[in-house]
């Protein structure tokens, strides 16, 4: 398992402090800076996941539990209406996120906002967020949403305009509690419902329907 490189400064001062500690004869709150150490050192994991199936399935792009799944109009993504999957990341899941789909990122851009807790419905439109668009090989448009909560304070994301991604590679994280929003078209075939819990990188979200057709 790998651990994203955004981890280590909230690390390293407890590796440290515990390490002094027992230099200075004091084992059992070094034992206890240590183990805050490794605690949040989970929290920065990063598992690798692979997904065998066919090349047009959506997979999630972060780890948690579906919150909601509805269809909606966002023409800061693209024209048309776009399934909804809203996905809550509580403090013990991975935060790191995952390019869901193949393509060319056309959008990644960061929207200032407040910190509401990120369960609340209206979370997408009141919190920081930011927004990172993919064209596919076919044209269609996918969107990701990462999304600020009560406790995240910052949002990193390592996809730049123009880059071309595959899926499953590192899209970037949020820090300490959040929510993820993957928007696909209309058209596509959701797979997951609300309450379930997906992994990024492994758990098929959408299908396009013509392919959902002709694999029942």
């Given at each position: 398992?790998?651990?994203?490189?955004?981890?280590?400064?909230?690390?390293?001062?407890?590796?440290?402090?515990?390490?002094?500690?027992?230099?200075?004869?004091?084992?059992?709150?070094?034992?206890?800076?240590?183990?805050?150490?490794?605690?949040?050192?989970?929290?920065?994991?990063?598992?690798?996941?692979?997904?065998?199936?066919?090349?047009?399935?959506?997979?999630?792009?972060?780890?948690?539990?579906?919150?909601?799944?509805?269809?909606?109009?966002?023409?800061?993504?693209?024209?048309?209406?776009?399934?909804?999957?809203?996905?809550?990341?509580?403090?013990?899941?991975?935060?790191?996120?995952?390019?869901?789909?193949?393509?060319?990122?056309?959008?990644?851009?960061?929207?200032?906002?407040?910190?509401?807790?990120?369960?609340?419905?209206?979370?997408?439109?009141?919190?920081?967020?930011?927004?990172?668009?993919?064209?596919?090989?076919?044209?269609?448009?996918?969107?990701?949403?990462?999304?600020?909560?009560?406790?995240?304070?910052?949002?990193?994301?390592?996809?730049?305009?123009?880059e071309r991604v595959h899926r499953g590679q590192a899209l970037g994280l949020i820090k300490f509690g959040s929510r993820v929003d993957l928007l696909v078209p209309e058209s596509?075939?959701?797979?997951?419902?609300?309450?379930?819990?997906?992994?990024?990188?492994?758990?098929?979200?959408?299908?396009?329907?013509?392919?959902?057709?002709?694999?029942?």
């Open positions: 398992m790998s651990f994203a490189r955004e981890g280590w400064p909230f690390v390293l001062p407890f590796l440290f402090l515990g390490g002094v500690l027992l230099l200075l004869g004091n084992p059992r709150t070094a034992t206890g800076f240590l183990v805050l150490a490794v605690l949040v050192l989970l929290f920065f994991r990063d598992p690798a996941r692979h997904f065998a199936g066919p090349g047009d399935v959506i997979l999630a792009a972060a780890d948690g539990k579906v919150l909601k799944v509805d269809v909606i109009e966002a023409p800061e993504i693209g024209p048309g209406r776009f399934h909804r999957v809203a996905t809550f990341l509580s403090v013990f899941d991975v935060h790191v996120q995952k390019v869901p789909t193949a393509g060319e990122v056309v959008k990644s851009s960061l929207t200032r906002g407040k910190m509401v807790p990120a369960y609340r419905s209206d979370a997408d439109l009141k919190n920081e967020n930011h927004l990172s668009v993919l064209k596919r090989p076919n044209g269609d448009l996918v969107g990701v949403r990462q999304i600020t909560g009560l406790v995240a304070r910052r949002i990193v994301c390592y996809l730049k305009p123009g596509y075939e959701v797979k997951v419902r609300v309450g379930d819990r997906m992994k990024n990188g492994e758990t098929a979200v959408a299908v396009p329907r013509e392919s959902a057709g002709a694999n029942p």
